[in-house]
């Protein structure tokens, strides 16, 4: 059973910077292309970052947040990170990390749903 744990939300002025976590069971991490997702209360879930499988070569970013959140992974600890800096209230919403069946690589899941989805993590950006 696939479980996808996030960690590291919180309150944080604006200006600041989080760094999110997801840990992931199971074997075989880094044959997955993983990926960041967030909703934000009264909108839909959208795309934030996603990475490649193996070392991670591939990332891909939502316009918005390009030049300052960065995906990153560390297969050793099955982790893969977000970090987020120069932070605003637009970003506040809950995270969500996510994997979809193996191929699916990293560009598809910018528009696809995934299959596999943590319970997410509130990340709150006050002004």
């Known amino acids: 059973q696939v479980q996808l744990v996030e960690s590291g939300g919180g309150l944080v002025q604006a200006g600041g910077s989080l760094r999110l976590s997801c840990a992931a069971s199971?074997?075989?991490?880094?044959?997955?292309?993983m990926g960041w997702f967030r909703q934000a209360p009264g909108k839909e879930r959208e795309f934030v970052a996603t990475?490649?499988?193996?070392?991670?070569?591939?990332?891909y970013y939502e316009d918005s947040v390009k030049g300052r959140f960065t995906i990153s992974r560390d297969n050793a600890k099955n982790t893969v990170y977000l970090q987020m800096n120069s932070l605003n209230p637009e970003v506040t919403a809950v995270y969500y990390c996510?994997?979809?069946?193996?191929?699916?690589?990293?560009?598809?899941?910018?528009?696809?749903?995934?299959?596999?989805w943590g319970q997410g993590t509130q990340v709150t950006v006050s002004s």
């Open positions: 199971g074997r075989a991490f880094s044959s997955y292309a």
């Open positions: 990475i490649s499988w193996g070392s991670g070569d591939a990332t």
């Open positions: 996510a994997r979809d069946l193996p191929p699916t690589p990293a560009r598809l899941m910018r528009v696809i749903s995934p299959k596999f």
